[in-house]
């Protein structure tokens, strides 16, 4: 007996770090703060879906990090706002989440300072906040 294996409905097309802002001191590090901002558009004619997320990084004395980020995903079909699903908007952060988590390491450790790693995250509750600010074209 075989198993049919369902294809995804969308795909992961590309990643963009747009902007970055980093402010470090040579202080002893605090326990670190994580903000996640994010945001989508998706373009029916295209059938594409742009994630926008902002990470902000930071501790109350000596570092911060301001990441904006752009992925693009496309999907197999037109899709409605409604047909989107649970499924997808979770997803899609934590599909990009690990290329923020290796950019900050890796622009960190180049600082001369103690190089910063972001633990791995559940980002579940990024879904309601990503369906929450998505627009649709």
Known sequence: MTKETKLSAFSFEGFLIS???ITRKEEKQ???KIDLA???KYTKKLKQFQLNLEVRVYDEKSFEAIIKTQSLFE????VNESEIGT??????????????????SALTALSGLKTITIPTMN???LGEKLRNNTTFD
Do not use: M
Not at 75 to 78: D, L, M, S, V
Not at 89 to 104: C, G, H, L, T
């Open 123 to 125: 980002l579940t509750g």
């Open 30 to 32: 605090g326990k670190f």
């Open 87 to 104: 499924y997808f908007y979770v997803n899609s952060s934590a599909i990009i989440f690990p290329y923020i988590r290796a950019y900050i």
């Open 38 to 40: 994010p945001s989508g």
């Open 19 to 21: 902007e970055t802002h």
């Open 75 to 78: 999907f197999k079909e037109n």
